[in-house]
């Protein structure tokens, strides 16, 4: 029982807060809303659909200077190099102002996040490489998912303040199985940087060959003059 006071209230909400986040997923619980309310006026239970949940995506793209390759593991970084250049080389005279990646070879002309991600997918590959798609989607920030597709500061400026979440019991069910697909994404992620870690530089040129030779195969596939391979047979057998 808590009294009906503002602190109290405050008690209250801040209990909610950490059971939500111990039993079902994390909220981004703002101080500032919270020193806001006062039970004697302006109080009601739709203040509790101010309470914003907290995404820990990321967002590449809004800070390219603080998302540097150089912050993440591999092969996280080379996605990110990757789609900065994707995003930005058509727009500046001088390449050498983006982010630098060494590549030990050039990759294809019509390299994308969204192609790799779709041939990574189409060769099946064994696991842990084939989740080396999921990570193409998250530092895209197309996973599908809420909580791996936007970072807090998205959520507050652009979907918090335009309409808050509404605390009903399907939002918080729809809410409670996407965190928990969230988590399995990052357990799969997690299992590529593993395996990447255990010989890195290694491993990685392994991922960019094996990425060229998807677009290789793509292309003599695609080529005319050349015999489609079945389509149920693998491109090439990886080891």
């Known amino acids: 029982m808590y009294a009906p006071t503002n ?18 997923f ?18 009601n239970v739709r203040e509790l659909d101010h309470i914003p949940i907290a995404p ?7 800070d ?24 930005f080389a058509p727009e ?5 102002c ?10 294809p002309h019509n390299w994308s996040m969204a192609q790799t991600a779709m041939l990574i997918r189409q060769a099946n590959l064994p696991e842990p490489l084939s989740h080396l798609a999921l990570i193409a989607d998250y530092i895209a920030n197309r996973t599908g998912n809420l909580w791996l597709d936007i970072d807090i500061d ?3 400026e652009s979907i918090y303040d335009e ?18 697909q969230a988590e399995e994404m990052e357990s799969q992620m997690a299992a590529v940087e593993a395996w990447v870690a255990l010989e890195e530089e290694g491993r990685m040129k392994a991922i960019l060959a094996l990425i060229q030779i998807l677009y290789a195969n793509e292309y003599l596939t695609n080529f005319p003059q050349t015999l489609r391979r079945p389509a149920n047979a693998h491109p090439f057998c990886y080891l």
Not at 66 to 82: A, E, I, N, R, S
């Open 163 to 180: 309409s808050p979440l509404e605390w009903t019991t399907q939002n918080i069910q729809a809410l409670k199985q996407l965190h928990d």
């Open 7 to 24: 602190c109290g209230v405050r008690h209250a909400l801040s209990t909610l807060c950490l059971r939500f986040a111990d039993h079902l």
């Open 64 to 87: 390219p200077d603080f998302h540097h390759p150089d912050t993440f593991k591999p092969p996280y970084d080379f996605f990110v190099w990757g789609i900065v250049h994707e995003m």
């Open 98 to 107: 983006l982010p630098e990646y060494h590549l030990p070879f050039f990759l």
């Open 154 to 156: 998205q959520y507050y």
């Open 92 to 96: 500046v005279e001088d390449l050498s």
């Open 26 to 43: 994390p909220l981004a619980f703002s101080l500032e809303w919270l020193q806001q309310i006062d039970v004697r006026h302006n109080f």
């Open 56 to 62: 820990r995506g990321i967002d590449v793209l809004e």
